[in-house]
Structure formats: C-alpha cells, structure tokens
C-alpha cells in the first residue's frame, strides 16, 4: 500500500519561506518521479514542480522557477519543497504525488499515481 505524507505547511508573511517534506512508503521509490501540485479554494490542481527518480532533472511551474527548490534523498524515501520569496498568490494546498510507471516524468495530475493528503500553505499580505 503506498502512502505519502505531506508536512511543513503552515500560515508566513509574504516573502517568507517554508519547507514542505512528503514521505513515502509502499513502493520503491527511487524508481519514480516524485512531483508538486498545488490547488487554490475554486481553481483547479495545478502544477508546481517535478523530479525525476535520480534527482537529474527537475522541473518547474514558471511563475515559481527562482523561488521554489525542489529535492529528494532517495536514502529516506522522502521529498522536499524549499518555497522562498513567498508570495499570496501562493496560498493553497500543496500535495505531493508519486509517478505512474517508473522512470516517468511528467508535469499533468495523470503522471501521477498515488497522492498524499495535502497540506496548507498560506501567504499572508
């Protein structure tokens, strides 16, 4: 049974940062992308950031490229999101998701297979 378990969200300033980390279990998972969503009260799941199963490539939604880092350590089956520079249009909930087939990247909600809970991130003005 994979799971994933998002944590690190919370309510900062506008030009804060915080460090989202997401936990996974159940499966192998450095044979798999692991990516970021994000979706605002009304709007639809959009994406955020990707990376793939050796940490060789990444990719980023462009309003947040400069801003959000994403990284994984394969060793503790765990993926990060350092967001910097925050701003309001930020707010949202934040979900971190595991690839459809191995050694697979993408940057669409159907790249992805397993979903964790999500967490609130919200940028106060």
């Known amino acids: 049974q994979v799971q994933l378990v998002e944590s690190g969200g919370g309510l900062v300033q506008a030009g804060g940062s915080l460090r989202l980390s997401c936990a996974a279990s159940?499966?192998?998972?450095?044979?798999?992308?692991m990516g970021w969503f994000r979706q605002a009260p009304g709007a639809e799941r959009e994406f955020v950031a990707a990376?793939?199963?050796?940490?060789?490539?990444?990719y980023y939604k462009d309003s947040v490229k400069g801003r959000f880092t994403i990284s994984r350590d394969n060793a503790k089956n765990t993926v990060y999101l350092q967001m910097n520079s925050l701003k309001p249009e930020d707010t949202a909930v934040y979900y971190c998701?595991?690839?459809?087939?191995?050694?697979?990247?993408?940057?669409?909600?159907?790249?992805?297979?397993?979903w964790g809970q999500g967490t609130q991130v919200t940028v106060s003005s």
């Open positions: 990376i793939s199963w050796s940490s060789g490539n990444t």
């Open positions: 159940g499966r192998t998972f450095s044979s798999y992308a």
């Open positions: 998701a595991t690839g459809r087939y191995t050694f697979d990247i993408g940057r669409k909600p159907e790249n992805y297979a397993y």
